[in-house]
């Protein structure tokens, strides 16, 4: 059965220094996958998505950059962050014929 | 991409049928109405989804209207663990352009009361 994870679950930084956060999903292959930010008490905010390798489409233009190293692996880094980037990060695959998302646990990041 | 149009919040109580109502009167013949919902501090789980006839599984019912300019989401029998954020969202065709991606908006926060 295909499941996925992200790490870590819970981070917390200070202003301007990096960010990496990863995904992975095991038990398919090529999937699409996304990446979504919710800030408190807000809805979901598509953030990336990605067909293949490194095949990255940003949806908002922001600080935060994307990218697919492996079929099954996708990772969000930020060089400097904000106090805007605060939120609950969650990574998604779809699957095939039904177009179901599927999340993982999430990270939830404060910027201190 | 199309809107939905949710109510902000609904109340029910236990083990009563509760009907969630969605809007989305630009929807394109291509889309997919998806919903799912969105439990405190986890991701949102998939609940179902249509095109054009009323869905049925384990967990939902969803009717939509002939013209697909609106939908609705039935839980038949709410319970305490049904108390969630609800999500009715419009997904493309997935080998489109639009590559399936879907876009969440607040959704409807359902309160269920014992």
Known sequence: SQTIHQWPATLVQPVGSPLSLECTVEGTSNPNLYWYRQAAGRGLQLLFYSIGIGQISSEVPQNLSASRPQDRQFILSSKKLLLSDSGFYLCAWMGGWTGELFFGEGSRLTVL | ?114
């Open chain 2, 1 to 114: 991409d199309a809107k939905t149009t949710q109510p902000n919040s609904m109340e029910s109580n236990e083990e009563e049928p509760v009907h969630l109502p969605c809007n989305h009167s630009t929807i394109s013949g291509t889309d997919y109405i998806h919903w799912y919902r969105q439990l405190p501090s986890q991701g949102p789980e998939y609940v179902i989804h249509g095109l054009t006839s009323n869905v049925n599984n384990r967990m939902a019912s969803l009717a939509i209207a002939e013209d697909r300019k609106s939908s609705t989401l039935i839980l038949h029998r709410a319970t305490l663990r049904d108390a969630a954020v609800y999500y009715c969202i419009l997904r493309g065709p997935i080998r489109g352009s639009t590559l399936g991606r879907l876009y969440f908006g607040r959704g409807t926060q359902l309160t269920v009361w014992p």
